[in-house]
């Protein structure tokens, strides 16, 4: 019996050239790929955010944070489960458009999936789709028979349920940069 368990893991960084390599090396090192991969803006100002999503076990994941932690750059690093997280993904379709408008199971399958038609051209249309992985999936197979012309899935964004105490420390590093 395997205990891995699926980990988002949550890094606070300055966006200084090289990080993402140092960082995806010490993933490197230990053979762990990356089930999915982000980064945007953080709630603060000049700070970012890396979400990574993997498969380990507790204590690696441990030690994967640890030394992501020690990289001059990282903030700080957190790491979760699915249940201690909301998370979400989105997916872009691009659709030939004459499959729009002679089936009708089309625009049933875009309903029932809740997504949202955000372009139509005459040759083609572009459906967008937020949810989780298993949902955005579904949806690709299902418009495969149907002219798929394109397809991409971001990474997963998540935010924690609990309170990370990320805020102080970012405030604070805020700060320092304002008074430099």
């Not at 893991?9 to 200084?16: A, D, G, L, P, V």
């Not at 659709?95 to 399958?109: A, C, D, G, T, Y």
């Not at 579904?138 to 394109?150: K, N, T, V, Y």
């Not at 990474?155 to 805020?167: D, P, T």
């Amino acid at each position: 019996m395997s205990d891995f368990t699926k980990y988002t893991i949550s890094i606070y960084t300055e966006n200084n050239v090289g990080l993402l390599n140092r960082i995806s090396a010490i993933f490197l090192k230990r053979h762990i790929d990356f089930i999915s991969f982000s980064t945007s803006q953080s709630e603060i100002p000049d700070v970012f955010r890396f979400i990574i999503v993997v498969n380990m076990t507790e204590s690696g994941v441990r030690k994967i944070v640890q030394q992501i932690e020690k990289q001059i750059d990282v903030i700080r690093a957190f790491y979760h489960t699915d249940e201690e997280t909301i998370f979400q993904e989105s997916a872009l379709y691009k659709v030939k458009s004459s499959s729009l408008f002679e089936e009708r199971q089309i625009q049933n399958m875009i309903k029932d999936s809740h997504a949202n038609i955000v372009t139509v051209s005459p040759e083609f249309f572009v459906i967008e789709k937020t949810g989780f992985r298993d949902e955005i999936e579904a949806l690709r197979e299902a418009l495969a028979p149907h002219g798929l012309l394109q397809f991409v899935r971001s990474g997963r964004i998540s935010i924690s349920k609990e309170k990370m105490g990320i805020s102080e420390i970012l405030n604070t590093f805020n700060h320092k940069i304002k008074t430099k």
